[in-house]
């Protein structure tokens, strides 16, 4: 009977999207020319940007959910156009359920990265325990004038946060189980850029013990 009841669940979190609601996304990506599927950002280019001033040892982020689950990371590139989004500013695997408002009160980046004025793009990433990614980016500038929201709250959503030596660990268990599982890649809408291609496995087999025991 789980069995039956796991099935339309898993679909529907499938067709699952998202909202970036701060900083303001770089533009709509429920548009006809744009998806969610693609990478990196949604196919929303920058002749649509909104810069977000964004206080120069990180901000808040607030994110609408719209499915009953799902893992989720944020990454960055410093530069203007198209920068390459190498930093993890999320290196832990994070989950959350509920279907609302995620706020981050401060998602802190490394010391020194940035300077006053330099321009950015955070990419948000979700994704499901099969691999399948949703992206929406927002292109900052950081500030020192910068402000955070003061109506960021979150409402309808619980989060946990798994720690890396517990993600690792997944992964190690994967890996010996079924001697390296399968890595989703860029072209498929799949989460590897996140975690990196070593990590991703164990990513997925939380997320398949994790998130199938909460949707029963």
Not at 92 to 117: D, H, Q, V
Not at 122 to 146: E, P
């Amino acid at each position: 009977m789980k069995s039956l009841i796991l099935l339309p669940a898993l679909a529907s979190l499938a067709t699952a999207h998202y909202d970036l609601v701060f900083p303001e996304w770089r533009g709509d990506s429920f548009a006809d020319d744009a998806s969610q599927w693609i990478y990196p950002c949604a196919n929303v280019t920058q002749e649509k940007s909104n810069r977000t001033l964004w206080p120069l040892d990180g901000g808040s982020v607030n994110i609408h959910m719209h499915h009953p689950w799902t893992y989720y990371a944020i990454n960055l590139g410093i530069g203007t156009v198209e920068p390459a989004l190498t930093v993890a500013l999320t290196p832990e695997l994070r989950n959350t359920t509920g279907n609302g408002t995620l706020c981050i009160p401060k998602l802190s980046i490394p010391a020194g990265l940035a300077k006053e004025g330099d321009n950015a793009t955070l990419q948000v990433v979700t994704f499901d325990n099969m691999g399948a990614a949703l992206y929406n980016c927002a292109d900052i500038t950081f500030s020192s004038k910068a402000v955070n929201p003061t109506d960021c709250k979150t409402e309808g959503v619980k989060e946990v946060i798994v720690g890396a030596e517990a993600a690792n660990s997944t992964c190690a268990d994967n890996a010996d189980a079924t001697g390296g599982a399968p890595t989703p890649t860029q072209s498929t809408g799949a989460a590897s850029s996140v975690f990196g291609e070593g990590r991703v496995a164990g990513v997925l087999g939380a997320a398949a013990v994790v998130g199938l025991a909460m949707l029963v």
